[in-house]
């Protein structure tokens, strides 16, 4: 199943980017 890791690697690739966008929003909005 090498299918499954590359399905993985990318995966853990889009929720690295999600977590890094929420981060850059929260201190954007965090500061008023």
Known sequence: MANK???????RKDIAKIL???????????KK
């Open 5 to 11: 890791s590359l399905i993985t690697y990318l995966f």
């Open 20 to 30: 890094q966008n929420y981060l850059y929003v929260n201190k954007a909005f965090g």
